[in-house]
């Protein structure tokens, strides 16, 4: 503890000498539903934390719902009496922030690694599933890859409006993957991928998508599953932040145009054990099948991680690459789980169905639980849809169903933590009752 104490010093100290203008750093940490929260700090409180002074926010933080509310789930929130929880400085995270209009800072905090972790925030989920593979002698490889659209930064009646191309000023309102549009939108592109680059993260291709507007990034493969995660989930505060800056909205919703494609969240998950050998590729690829077995089995209790709110749910069945049901094959963007083609060092699934508004850390936990239960129970996996286009398992397309469906999962209790899946099923269920209480225009038009 005095080793880490010393290097975060020393991170802070340097961060200080670096930016002396910055006087105030964000404290963050993502919530269930994939929002950041924390603490605004002067830097030299901060030097005083990463010394190894106590950092404690309110542990019900973590169940914030999508607007921020929080909901009675067993006795959180309204019968514990809001007690804090102590946190802790992750290190190697503590960089500026480019995008406001004040010299800023910005570091992430975490429960895990503490004394008394909190069993339900969506970090500590994912670092116990790490700890376990890893004693079992499991190593994953990650890479995310996240789209997203760019909007005007004005909307209209509430309603998203076209990005303005920079270089015409007319609306980008044409379905392509033309590499102009990355000419076009080079500079608000550009500032997204060395703002992202100054946060540590490790930007690789940039590709214009089908939407209007819509682009994906991809990231580097890292064999540290929770700075993947952290990645993927810092790349999103600061995306959209440069796109206001640029007079535009960046925004991972995950279907925000009906009669375009939605955004996905793509994760690139390959194994290895403790000599660099690929478990996936082992006996004639074998192992890859249980894992594609397991990952399919559970497919359907995982859809609430997978599909985290109710616009979430209208991206599946889409227009374009978007599973109707549980389903695997190679090289084909229909399925769910897509095995990629590469050389066996490199063999790897990529799971396609998580949408870009779904919590990080959440589904690389769920992704890498799927591929462990199927290593172990060590069953053939249907049809690829190479080989029978009809094949799949259907999963549920509703949240309410969706969460039936997970709350009592066996697997998902035991590898996820029974408490994590109770809370978050409930933290689903509160949130989509929630959204529902309110009459859209629609409603009247029909029934008034």
């Known amino acids: 503890m005095k080793s880490q104490s010393t290097t975060l010093l020393a991170e802070v100290r340097t961060f200080r000498q670096n930016h002396p203008d910055v006087r105030y750093v964000d404290l963050i940490a993502l919530d269930i539903p994939g929002h950041f929260y924390g603490k605004r700090y002067p830097v030299e409180m901060l030097e005083k934390v990463a010394a190894g002074s106590p950092l404690k926010l309110p542990q019900n933080a973590v169940l914030l719902g999508a607007q921020g509310g929080l909901f009675k789930i067993g006795d959180y929130c309204f019968n514990d009496g809001d007690p804090d929880a102590n946190r802790r400085l992750v290190p190697g995270t503590l960089k500026p922030v480019t995008w406001e209009s004040q010299p800023l800072g910005q570091m992430l905090i975490t429960s895990d690694g503490t004394e008394a972790p909190i069993e339900f925030e969506p970090r500590e989920v994912l670092a116990k599933v790490l700890e376990r593979l890893h004693h079992k002698g499991i190593h994953p490889v990650v890479a995310f890859e996240l789209e997203f659209y760019l909007f005007d930064k004005k909307l209209a009646d509430g309603l998203p409006q076209f990005a303005r191309d920079p270089l015409s000023d007319d609306a980008d309102d044409q379905p392509n993957l033309h590499i102009e549009r990355l000419s076009r939108f080079s500079e608000v592109l ?58 535009y909205r960046a925004s991972f919703m995950a279907k925000p145009y009906l009669q375009y494609p939605g955004s996905g969240m793509h994760v690139h998950v390959s194994l290895y054990d403790g000599a660099g050998n690929n478990l996936l590729a082992a006996h004639q690829q074998q192992p890859l099948r249980h894992a594609v077995a397991g990952c399919l089995e559970l497919l359907p209790h995982c859809m609430p991680i997978f599909s985290p709110n109710h616009n979430a749910f209208r991206r599946l069945g889409g227009t374009v690459n978007a599973a109707t049901c549980a389903s695997w094959g190679f090289e ?9 083609e590469s050389d066996p060092r490199n063999l790897r699934i990529e799971h396609r169905l998580a949408s870009a508004d779904a919590n990080p850390y ?51 209790r035991d590898k996820l933590g029974a408490e994590f899946v109770d809370v978050y099923c409930e933290n689903k269920r509160q949130d989509h009752l929630a959204f529902q209480q309110e009459i859209h225009a629609r409603e009247y038009r029909w029934f008034l």
């Open 332 to 340: 084909d963007r229909d399925a769910c789980v897509r095995i990629p």
């Open 190 to 247: 550009d500032d997204m991928a060395q703002t992202a680059k100054a946060q540590g993260i490790d930007i690789t291709v940039i590709t214009a998508e089908i939407g209007p507007g819509q682009f994906e990034i991809n990231f580097g493969h890292l064999d540290d599953g929770l700075r993947a995660a952290d990645w993927a989930a810092l790349f999103c505060r600061s995306t959209r932040g440069v796109a206001l800056k640029h007079g």
């Open 362 to 412: 959440l589904v690389l936990a769920t992704i890498l639980v799927g591929l462990e239960h199927g290593l172990e129970a060590k069953r053939e996996p249907i049809a690829p849809l190479n080989e029978d286009r009809s094949s799949g398992t259907d999963f549920p397309v509703e949240m309410l169903d969706a969460v039936r469906a997970m709350q009592h999962q066996p697997v998902l």
